[in-house]
């Protein structure tokens, strides 16, 4: 792993780290972390591998990032006070993002340091063709559980602002009063 690479793995760490205290919901709360993924995809994803089964194991890892981004969101606690949203990562959510970043941290170690024949021997038994489908598999992972998780935070925030605004049903008997003044 290169500088750059334990730079932005730890900046990931410490977004949500940075959540377990409740902060306002803003566009600074979406604007880092999807800057960092967007730099990461910039710097590590030139291409795509569509050959053999590249995209069956692209796919099931996007699968795995959306899965932890949707339940990081889910249980990213978010309230309304005023006219402001506030957002704090409860321990599931941010168990869930060290999991997520562990685990292609840990990958990427274990590869480093023995790992890599064993990698090459799955890829050839799985018709994996080149080491860039694991690379996308990894990035679009990532970039995928950062936007899936601040996508379900936005749409929770948007659901908490609209239930503020509803106006609280007056009952049954003022639905009954108001069908007698008829």
């Known amino acids: 792993m290169t500088t750059t690479d334990w730079i932005t793995d730890i900046a990931l760490l410490l977004v949500v780290f940075r959540q377990l205290r409740e902060d306002r919901l803003d566009a600074k709360t979406y604007l880092i972390p999807l800057g960092i993924v967007a730099f990461v995809a910039h710097s590590y994803l030139d291409s795509v591998p569509t050959a053999g089964n590249d995209l069956v194991l692209i796919g099931a890892l996007v699968a795995v990032g959306a899965a932890l981004g949707i339940a990081g969101g889910v249980y990213t606690r978010v309230r309304q006070v005023g006219t402001h949203l ?43 063709t080149t080491g860039d489908a694991w690379v996308a598999a990894f990035v679009l992972m990532a ?35 108001a069908d007698r003044s008829v």
């Open 86 to 128: 506030f957002i704090k990562a409860g321990a599931v959510s941010a168990a869930l993002w060290v999991l997520g970043m562990g685990a292609r941290m840990g990958f990427q170690l274990w590869v480093d340091h023995g790992g890599a024949d064993d990698v090459a021997r799955f890829s050839l038994a799985h018709q994996i």
């Open 143 to 177: 970039l995928t559980e950062v936007v899936t998780r601040l996508g379900t935070i936005f749409l929770r925030g948007r659901m908490a602002t609209r239930e503020q605004r509803q106006p609280v049903a007056a009952g049954p008997r003022a639905a009954v009063a």
